[in-house]
């Protein structure tokens, strides 16, 4: 994936992580969509800081060459015996992990200069380590692959970066929909939890079968596979990640020794003392309900006492805050475990309510177009106006050309008559 949000804890603020976009509900939040007082389902959100959405002001930037020497201890923490640590670690794993100056140069770094995000971002992994291995070991994939989604987004599920990257695992458009994901102007699955998922899964498989080795297939994920084999090609046909390395984009040069540091430092973080704290939320304790209509989020809010930002950060894939229907696909609503019991037993009353607005349903009339019911859009023309000139209202305009939205384009033709 390109333009990845590896080395993240080089430049990210403390802050980031440290502010929490969740409310807790107490008796003090009257204002709170659909709050009831001492309601047992009302889940507290003030520590959810491995879903926050804002998050998302994560900057996109790579650094494609860590110099210096950085240190934290010599005393307690040698070269030595970082090498030793790694050697151990080698022969649990099936990736090849061995010691050199860039990776080394790589975890101190990590260690010395964003040291204090790191717990916050071991809450992230508590939420969805989990998730990653189960779809890891159904494609008979190495469960350390889970650390990648780490320096692609730092576990942020509405991760963008400046090439169009999008989600945990940072798929580009194209990419996406070849591996399956439902990308449209209402939903975009690369933000989908399970399903970007199963497709970077479905991804790194491929490029395994392609290379026949684990570290090409990570550095041909970050930069495509054209990328290494030119690389491969101007190395003279080597195919060891560290011998091709310089020839690769230099973000790529940087990419294995930022997913091997922070396999490092999760693995032994009881050694570096870093603990993740306790979370409020696991994704096991949620669920999800297959929705049967178009739905709002603000139509849910009113019957089901969940916090907005929650409530967002648990279904990112729903672009504008609607879940669309359709006969043809499945699409679901996830929510806290309690509050998917609510959901349920409110159902009926939820898909009844007449108040539900959602452009999704706007209703088209095929009416046969000629010139006698028709008119061309010309420059300064808006949909008002075109409407009144033909003595029609704007509903009947806009149902007959099934128009979603107010835009118009010069020399576009309209129906301004169902006569024809």
């Known amino acids: 994936m390109k333009s990845s949000f590896f080395l993240y804890f080089l430049l990210i603020s403390p802050l980031i992580f440290s502010q929490t976009s969740f409310q807790s509900v107490s008796g003090s939040d009257s204002n709170f969509p659909g709050f009831i007082p001492n309601n047992p389902y009302i889940i507290n959100g003030k520590n959810l800081r491995i879903i926050d959405k804002n998050s998302n002001r994560i ?7 860590i110099k210096g020497k950085f240190n934290l201890n010599e005393d307690e923490f040698s070269s030595l015996l970082l090498k030793k640590q790694l050697e151990d670690l080698n022969w649990t794993t099936p990736f090849q992990i061995y010691h050199n100056p860039t990776l080394e140069r790589y975890i101190r770094v990590f260690l010395k200069n964003r040291r204090e995000t790191l717990p916050e971002l071991m809450d992230r992994a508590t939420y969805y380590f989990p998730v990653f291995e189960e779809y890891l070991d159904k494609y008979n994939l190495p469960l350390e692959i889970k650390y990648l989604a780490v320096i692609e987004s730092a576990l942020n599920t509405t991760a963008n970066s400046r090439a169009g990257a999008k989600g945990l695992w940072q798929f580009m458009l194209t990419t996406g929909k070849h591996f399956g994901l439902q990308i449209d102007s209402y939903v975009d699955e690369r933000y989908d939890v399970l399903k970007s998922t199963e497709a970077a899964c479905k991804y790194l498989s491929s ?4 290379f026949g080795n684990w570290d090409l297939a990570l550095a041909a994920y970050n930069s495509g596979s054209g990328n ?13 990640y560290w011998k091709i390395r310089q020839y690769l984009p230099k973000e790529t040069r940087g990419y294995l020794p930022a997913f091997y540091a922070t396999y490092y430092i999760f693995k032994y973080a009881d050694f570096h003392n870093l603990k993740p704290s306790k979370s409020d939320l696991m994704y096991y304790e949620t669920d999800t309900v297959h929705i049967k209509k178009p739905l709002s989020f603000k139509t849910i809010q009113k019957y089901i006492p969940i916090d907005t930002d929650l ?11 609607i879940i669309p229907y359709s006969k043809d696909k499945t699409y679901v609503l996830q929510l806290p475990l309690n509050l998917t019991e609510l959901f349920i037993e409110k159902e009926n009353i939820i898909y009844q309510n007449d108040k539900i607005k959602s452009h999704l349903n706007i209703k088209t009339v095929n009416i046969p177009i000629n010139k006698s019911n028709s008119y061309i859009v010309k420059k300064g023309d808006n949909l008002n106006k075109i409407a009144a000139k033909h003595k029609i209202t704007l509903t009947q305009l806009k149902t007959w050309n099934g128009l979603q939205t107010n835009y118009l384009i010069k020399d576009q033709r309209l129906v301004i008559s169902n006569k024809n």
């Open 228 to 240: 290494v084999r030119k690389a491969i090609k101007r190395a003279g046909g080597e195919t060891d």
């Open 59 to 65: 900057n996109n930037f790579y650094i494609p060459n």
């Open 311 to 321: 409530l967002s950060a648990l279904n990112p894939q729903y672009k504008k805050k």
């Open 207 to 210: 490029l395994h079968n392609k």
